[in-house]
């Protein structure tokens, strides 16, 4: 994954021109949503996100003002004077936290070299002819109880010994499962695509939380999260792959009348996560006209508006 866990913040960030320029606008709150966008920006793949007027209302809500200041702050921090991030067909990144984050790239680049230059020559000196691969006098992917009848000699003797005291004192760590976003829970098919990954890795449970929160995002940003684990698993890949334009969900389409009409509303979940793509017909909003704009609805007016027939669809 082409994100960063972390980012350099300079000691004199507050002494920028484009930050001042955005403190004297907004106040602290520019200051703060400058700083969040890059902390988004960082977690991306690529160091860059999809922008639209539906993810401006999504992360409106994530940084808890209100839309219309959010949507003000970024067309001041793009316009060219100011430059703080900037939208070019669809995406919003900023230059700088790209130039910050270049040597680490640069870093991880080097260590893939290596380790693939590890691999290849083990492998070449397993294959090499001249060399005999002595196989281990102890099998440690099947439990041992106790000695087998062909170990004879002292040496094999007390490698058994070390075996059985190592799993005697180590126990196997009991399994742990992570909690499915239910936006990605509600998706049809991708609980079985999942189960593949998770038996194809055997993710560590932070690894796991990780992975599913980067899809989530990927699912918001209009990825197919179930083809980003299908070619992951198929391409036999240590990491989830990179969505690409193949891996994205149909289109959301709108009606030809005078005026358009959306099809699609995004909705918080109570465990967290946003499922963008609950369609406006399944709801009701007779009795909660001010909420029938809304790009964004938290769950309780989700619950609210919600035929009582009606189905969550994803």
């Known amino acids: 994954m082409n994100g960063a866990e972390w980012f350099k913040h300079d000691a004199d960030m507050s002494a920028d021109e484009k930050v001042i320029y955005l403190e004297s606008q907004f106040g602290l709150v520019g200051y703060a949503l400058f700083n969040k966008m890059l902390e988004v920006l960082a977690r991306a793949n690529d160091n860059r996100i999809q922008w639209n007027e539906f993810q401006c209302g999504v992360y409106a809500r994530k940084f808890g003002c209100e839309r219309a200041v959010f949507q003000s702050f970024i067309e001041e921090a793009t316009r060219?004077?100011?430059a703080a991030f900037i939208i070019h067909d669809g995406w919003l990144y900023s230059n700088g936290l790209i130039k910050r984050l270049a040597p680490m790239y640069e870093k991880r680049a080097r260590n893939a070299e290596k380790v693939?230059?590890?691999?290849?020559?083990?492998?070449s000196r397993v294959h090499d002819d001249d060399v005999t691969v002595t196989?281990?006098?102890?099998?440690?992917?099947q439990?041992?109880?106790?000695p087998s009848d062909t170990v004879t000699d002292e040496q094999s003797r007390e490698e058994y010994s070390r075996v059985e005291e190592r799993r005697k004192t180590h126990p196997p760590t009991p399994a742990t499962t992570v909690e499915m976003p239910e936006a990605l829970k509600a998706l049809k098919g991708f609980a079985q695509e999942w189960e593949k990954w998770e038996s194809a890795r055997k993710?560590?449970?932070?690894?796991?939380?990780?992975?599913?929160?980067?899809?989530l995002e990927h699912f918001a940003n209009g990825y197919d999260p179930r083809k980003i684990v299908k070619f992951s698993v198929e391409a036999d890949f240590r990491a989830l792959a990179r969505p690409t334009d193949a891996m994205k969900?149909?289109?959301?389409?709108f009606t030809q009348n005078n005026q358009q009409q959306r099809r699609y509303v995004a909705v918080e979940m109570p465990q967290g996560g946003v499922n963008p793509a609950v369609q406006v017909d399944s709801l009701d909003f007779s009795r909660a006209e001010?909420?029938?704009d809304k790009a964004l609805l938290t769950f309780e007016e989700y619950q609210r508006v919600r035929k009582a027939n009606g189905t969550n669809s994803a």
Do not use: C, D, F
């Open 203 to 215: 993710p560590s449970m932070g690894a796991a939380r990780s992975q599913l929160e980067t899809l």
């Open 116 to 123: 693939r230059k590890y691999r290849q020559n083990k492998k």
């Open 290 to 292: 001010h909420l029938r």
């Open 80 to 82: 060219p004077e100011v």
């Open 249 to 253: 969900l149909p289109a959301r389409m």
């Open 135 to 141: 196989p281990p006098l102890v099998p440690v992917t």
């Open 143 to 146: 439990p041992i109880h106790e």
